[in-house]
């Protein structure tokens, strides 16, 4: 990994009460699932991550969610479902970011504007222990968000889609 991730933002407030959740969030973290597999992607500074980013002037979450899959990963999602919002600290301001969970639907080439490098799944399922064993994989993999939300994760994982696993 390049840069100095060790001053990363950690998480925290991490709540699944959607009557808790802000109106719009800074930002979005997606975890899309294809055929019973989580797919990562490779940023050239943070390792391995889900994808995710902020969201653009005038956009909702869930378009945000469909856009960073598709320049990060080339995917088109199908159903997807928000699980979790937490906080992290940006330029000084504490800022809520959502989490959700996708079907995929289609893979296609990311666009060559993608910052990222690479998209990969990892054979056994890199869940949050493994994860934060491995060197090469983003701090925002190893604090309380994916940890708090595997189970989450893992049903969708067991039964391949997000309608089968009763989110």
């Not at 100095?4 to 950690?10: E, G």
């Not at 999602?77 to 639907?105: C, H, M, N, S």
């Not at 056994?124 to 934060?132: G, K, M, S």
Request: hydrophobic fraction near 45%.
């Amino acid at each position: 990994m390049k840069g100095d991730v060790s001053a990363w933002p950690r998480a925290f407030g991490l709540h699944m009460d959607r009557q808790r959740c802000c109106a719009r969030p800074h930002s979005v973290l997606v975890f899309p699932v294809l055929f019973h597999n989580l797919v990562w992607v490779h940023h050239p500074i943070r390792g391995w991550e889900v994808p995710g980013g902020k969201l653009e002037p005038g956009e909702d979450a869930s378009n945000a969610v469909r856009r960073e899959a598709y320049e990060e990963a080339g995917l088109e999602l199908g159903i997807t479902r928000w699980i979790a919002e937490y906080q992290i600290v940006f330029e000084g301001q504490i800022v809520p970011k959502w989490v959700f969970v996708a079907d995929v639907v289609d893979v296609r080439a990311r666009p060559e504007t993608s910052e990222i490098d690479d998209v990969q799944v990892f054979r056994p399922v890199l869940d949050p222990a493994r994860a934060r064993m491995q060197q090469n994989v983003s701090p925002i993999m190893k604090d309380i968000v994916y940890q708090r939300v595997w189970p989450i994760v893992e049903r969708v994982l067991h039964t391949g889609s997000v309608s089968e696993a009763c989110l």
